[in-house]
Every structure is written in C-alpha cells, then in structure tokens.
C-alpha cells in the first residue's frame, strides 16, 4: 500500500531552517509528481510546492517562494523540503502529497508539525 | 490567482439527510476541480476529481457536479463517519493550486 512518512519537523526560531524529508513506499515513486502541503493550527490547506517526477519542474505558492526549495532523490524514493528564513506565519503541518494527475493530490502522509517561535 | 469559495462555511445536518456543499472559483477552471475530506487529526482524503470522478474506494453517497465556476459536492444520505471538513481545490491554472477555506458539516 501506499505510505507517504514525513521526518524533520521541529521548533526552530524566526530567520532559521529547517529540512523535511518524505520516505515513499508502496509505489513507483519515480513516476509520480509530489507535493508539499501545509495546513497551519485551525486553519485551511495551503499548497506550497510541487516537484515533477524526474526534479526537472518545480513551483511554488507565492507565501514561500524564493525561501524554501523542494526536491527529490529517486534513487532512495525521498522527497525534501528546505525551508529557509522561516517566519511564525510558516508555523503549520506540512503534508507530503502524491500527484495522481497534474494537480489532483491522491495520497496523504500524516504530516510533519513546524513551529517557528522565539 | 484562481480564488475559491465555499459555502455555507457550517451545515449542521442529521445522519441520513443530504448534504450539498459550494463551491465556486473566481475564473473558469474548466472541469479541473477536486474535493476533499478532512476529519480532526488526519490528512485530506481525495474524495472527486475531475469536478465529477469519484476516487479509489469513495462511497457512492459521494457525487460531485459542475464545470467553469460553480461546482457542488453532494453526500446523498449522511454516515457518522461523514461529519468532517470538505475542501475544493483547482487545478486550472496548472502548475498553481489553491484550496477553498473549507465547509464543516457537524451533527445537528
């Protein structure tokens, strides 16, 4: 079955970094595009990045761009998230995300919870 | 950007009624809208995509309609498992996505 495990979560303070790692299995993950989604405390989804299958294409929601970077080891069916210069605004779970078909989002990690605090 | 709306923001039903939930984007994305679920403590769950395609192993009590800016989910006959939060999200602009603020249906 498929199983999307996040790692990396933690406090860190404003201005820090921080890198999250999504361990794949139970699918070919080098076909699969893959996301990272957060979902600050009582709040709604917030998409923040995408990766294309090979690391060739990626995009980010404006909230984030230019401070994290998303990317990918196919070879040890590992996605990561640098987060750089965090702000308490990034203070969320951050969900590591299958991309079924360009944009659908069709299997879920449990999340990994990032709080930013001095 | 490509804004969603939901509404209402709470439905507060009975087991066994049916539920319709809103949703409408501020531009046309086509048919490229999903739904999802959410209950506390869990990751969304991928219920429809394509506006109307129900995903892997979705009851059929789930449908969903609509195309360009409005799109609705239905639930035709609420389970106790089924009070929980629903979210739209587009993928018309492709690569960007947005998600709705949500719709919480809790037990009246």
């Known amino acids: 079955q498929v199983q999307l495990v996040e790692s990396g979560g933690g406090v860190v303070r404003p201005g820090g970094s921080l890198r999250l790692s999504c361990a794949a299995s139970?699918?070919?993950?080098?076909?699969?595009?893959m996301h990272w989604v957060r979902q600050a405390p009582g709040k709604g989804l917030e998409w923040v990045a995408v990766l294309g299958h090979d690391g060739g294409s990626e995009y980010y929601g404006d909230s984030v761009k230019g401070r994290f970077t998303i990317s990918r080891d196919n070879s040890k069916k590992t996605l990561y998230l640098q987060l750089n210069s965090l702000r308490a605004e990034d203070t969320a779970v951050y969900f590591c995300v299958r991309d079924k078909d360009s944009g659908y989002l069709d299997y879920w990690g449990q999340g990994a919870l990032v709080t930013v605090s001095s | 950007e490509i804004v969603l709306t939901q509404s209402p923001a709470t439905l507060s039903l009975s087991p066994g009624e049916r539920a319709t939930l809103s949703c409408r984007a501020s531009q046309s994305v086509g048919s490229y809208l999903a739904w999802y679920q959410q209950k506390p403590g869990q990751a969304p769950r991928l219920l429809i995509y394509?506006?109307?395609n129900r995903a892997t192993g979705i009851p059929a009590r789930f449908s969903g309609s609509g195309s360009g800016t409005d799109f609705t989910l239905t639930i035709s006959s609420l389970e106790p498992e089924d009070f929980a939060v629903y979210y739209c999200?587009?993928?018309?602009?492709?690569?960007?996505?947005?998600f709705g603020p949500g719709t919480k249906v809790d037990i009246k």
């Open positions: 999200q587009q993928r018309g602009d492709w690569p960007s996505v947005t």
């Open positions: 394509g506006a109307s």
């Open positions: 139970g699918f070919t993950f080098s076909v699969y595009g």
